[in-house]
Structures are given as structure tokens and as C-alpha cells.
């Protein structure tokens, strides 16, 4: 079947990292896909958002205490090590790629595979030793969304996947165009999008990316809002109490539980059962500073050194007392 090429939106040869950051807010990258439809494990839809509405505040590059940046340097490495092992040919495409018809799709492609009919996209990965537990049943669900992206804004019929695990291991893993998997796509990220365009944000899906988003989004004021007339507000209101009560009983027998294995080890650092095991071993003796005795000792030293931290919102429940009597 006869597909559309991309369109070379935007050379990236002599682009700067400014620049390039306001291009990818022109629409949904391949790196963007999982989050758009709300199947990332590390962005939820709420913090894409906010990057894409210019909401988000934006950090320096990436240093080397960041995955992102070994995944950077060491891609050319992984592209080399692939064609050594699959003696494919591969070259940069130095641009931004956008969708013939989908203005809204645009891709980064790592590396395009040349002179080869059964395949034309390569999607280099580094995984440490947290990150390579999510490939150990192959590829996981948000690189295929990525790389289903990738084909989706190329035409393109097949990707190869080589990933390098815990700096030592390379995986080449195929990926097949889908059409089912693109067309769904297609139709959850214009969903998505059209949030960024409307200015209105995606709920949140209770992951620790939506709380960092919703602390950044909303800071607070001395403001009342009264739900008592929305049905929907109350009940989710009413199963948070249910929930939370519930949750602090099973803590509580989670601790006695605890307590007890705990006593039974006495000073043992190890014990042993049929389903597996506990460690219990002290850590090593650390050091902190008294601040108390040092702003006695010292207060004119401390003042120096003192910076304003900026105060954070507190979620509290407070069940009206008359509820369950």
C-alpha cells in the first residue's frame, strides 16, 4: 500500500537546544507518544501538557546523574554496534519529521536503515540496571507506542530496536508497523492534542507525574468552593474518606506484622521461609549537622546561609464529625 512521506519540518543540523525545545511544543513527538495517551510509565498526560501549553518550567540539559544523558552520548555507540552485528548500513536524519496529514504527529528518528527492503527505521535505547527489568519480556508497551509513532509519521514499514542493557548487553528487537495499533493512535493523541490546543488540561491519573504537575499547576490562594451540590465531587469526596480509613487499618496490621517478624529475628540479619526471605541489617553510622546547637553557637553564620524555601500545599480530609454517628 502507497503511503505519504514526511515532511522535513525542520533541519536540526545547526538547530539550538532553545529552538529545538520550541519545535517539539508544535506538536506530539515519538517520544511523547506513550505520555499522550496516557500509557508512559514516567510522564502522565497532566505534565505533557503542561510542557506543551509552555506551562512547565524548564530545566538545564540533562547532567550525567540523568539517564537521558548516557542515552545521548552513548547513541552513536549503540548505531555502531548494530550495524557491526547486523552489518545494515545506517544515517542520520537531521530533522523533524512531521505527519502529511496529521500536522500535529512529528518524529525524531535516532537512525534510518539504508539499502535494506525489510526494514528502514533504527530507535537506539540505553537501560541501566532499573530501566532493563522493564525489557526482559522484549520490548515494553511505551517504546512500541514510540516507534509505532515513528512509523506512523514515515510511512515506513518496519523498526529495529537495539537496546544496550546495563552497558554490556545489546538487544535487536524487530517491530512491525500495525495498522490497528496506528489508527488508535492516531485517534488518542488528536484526543490529546486537542487539550493543548483548547487550553484545557487532561485529568489526572494519580501517578507521582500528575502530583508534580498539579503542585507546579495550582499553587494555592485563601479562596472557598463549595461541591455540596455536585454528585459526582461528593461521592469521589465520600470514597476517599472510606479509602483512607481503610488504607491506615491495613498499615496498622502491616506494622504488627512487622513488629512481629522483626521480634522473632531478634539480632538475626537474615531469615528464611518457603516463599522467600527478609533482610534486616543496620546501616552504616552516618553524621548531620546540629542546627539547633550551630544557630545557638552561631546565629550571625547561620543567617548567611539561610534561603528561602517556598511553602507547599497540604491535603487535608476533615469529615464533618456528625458523619457515621
Avoid at 31 to 54: F, H, I, N, R
Avoid at 96 to 114: C, G, K, W
Avoid at 301 to 311: A, C, H, Y
Wanted: with cysteine.
Amino acid at each position: 500500500m502507497s503511503r505519504s512521506a514526511a515532511i522535513r519540518l525542520v533541519d536540526t543540523r545547526s538547530l539550538e537546544r532553545e529552538q529545538w525545545l520550541e519545535v517539539r511544543k508544535q506538536g506530539i513527538g515519538s517520544s511523547d507518544a506513550a505520555a499522550a495517551v496516557g500509557l508512559c510509565p514516567y510522564k502522565s498526560q497532566l505534565e505533557l501538557w503542561m510542557e506543551k501549553t509552555g506551562r512547565a518550567v524548564r530545566g538545564e540539559e540533562p547532567g550525567q546523574d540523568s539517564p537521558m544523558y548516557w542515552g545521548t552520548l552513548l547513541e552513536p555507540l549503540v548505531a555502531a554496534a548494530y550495524t557491526e552485528r547486523t552489518e545494515r548500513k545506517v544515517r542520520r536524519v537531521n530533522a523533524v519529521l512531521q505527519h502529511p496529514t496529521y500536522s500535529f504527529m512529528l518524529a525524531n528518528i535516532d537512525r534510518e536503515v539504508v539499502g535494506v527492503p525489510d526494514v528502514q527505521i533504527l530507535e537506539c535505547k540505553t537501560a541501566g540496571e532499573f530501566g532493563s527489568r522493564l525489557w526482559r519480556d522484549g520490548v515494553p508497551e511505551y517504546v512500541q507506542l514510540q516507534v509505532q509513532h515513528q512509523l506512523a509519521v514515515t510511512g515506513k514499514q518496519a523498526a529495529d530496536v537495539a537496546v544496550l542493557l546495563c552497558g554490556q548487553k545489546l538487544e535487536v528487537h524487530r517491530i512491525e508497523r500495525d495498522e490497528e495499533v496506528i489508527s488508535r493512535l492516531i485517534v488518542l493523541e488528536a484526543r490529546f492534542w486537542e487539550h493543548v490546543t483548547q487550553d484545557t488540561p487532561p485529568p489526572a491519573d494519580g501517578s507521582e507525574s500528575a502530583a508534580r504537575a498539579l503542585r507546579s499547576l495550582y499553587t494555592g490562594n485563601d479562596t472557598s468552593i463549595d461541591f455540596s451540590e455536585d454528585a459526582e465531587l461528593s461521592a469521589t469526596f465520600d470514597g476517599l474518606v472510606l479509602l483512607r480509613d481503610e488504607i491506615a487499618q491495613m498499615d496498622k496490621r502491616a506494622e504488627q506484622m512487622r513488629q512481629q517478624l522483626e521480634q522473632s529475628m531478634g539480632d538475626a540479619s537474615r531469615a528464611i521461609f518457603p516463599t522467600g526471605e527478609i533482610t534486616y541489617r543496620r546501616s552504616k553510622d552516618g553524621t548531620s549537622v546540629d542546627l539547633k546547637r550551630l544557630t545557638e553557637a552561631h546565629p550571625d553564620l547561620v543567617v548567611g546561609f539561610t534561603v528561602e524555601r517556598p511553602g507547599s500545599r497540604r491535603f487535608r480530609i476533615v469529615p464533618n464529625q456528625n458523619e457515621g454517628a
